[in-house]
């Protein structure tokens, strides 16, 4: 089992940044993949980053410039750095891992945490 905690959420106006943590502890040997995902209230859960153990990275469209995701080396906590915030990237901000794959799609995750919000008011 792996336990995932987020923190780094907030509120932000409208072109500010906030960097979302997310620490993680069990069997972290056992995962590949970890990413950041969103969901704003009547939507689904949308996948933003994920990074794989070998550093790979990979981004939804809507955040690629402003968005970076990585990890320490002990592949204990995740980072997510998010830059020039819009009203759009309200949501709530979970972190997830994978045992095996990686990308975007929220059925590839085995593990979730409960997630941190962040609110941009414009």
């Known amino acids: 089992q792996v336990q995932l905690v987020e923190s780094g959420g907030g509120s932000v106006q409208a072109g500010g940044s906030l960097r979302l943590s997310c620490a993680a502890s069990?069997?972290?040997?056992?995962?590949?993949?970890m990413g950041w995902f969103r969901q704003a209230p009547g939507k689904e859960r949308e996948g933003v980053a994920a990074i794989n153990s070998r550093g790979s990275t990979t981004y939804a469209d809507s955040v690629k410039g402003r968005f970076t995701i990585s990890q320490d080396n002990a592949r204990t906590t995740l980072y997510l750095r998010m830059n020039s915030l819009k009203s759009e990237d309200t949501a709530m901000y979970y972190c997830a891992a994978a045992r095996r794959g990686c990308g975007l799609g929220t059925g590839l995750y085995n593990y979730w945490g409960q997630g941190t919000q962040v609110t941009v008011s414009s």
């Open positions: 069990g069997s972290t040997y056992s995962t590949y993949c």
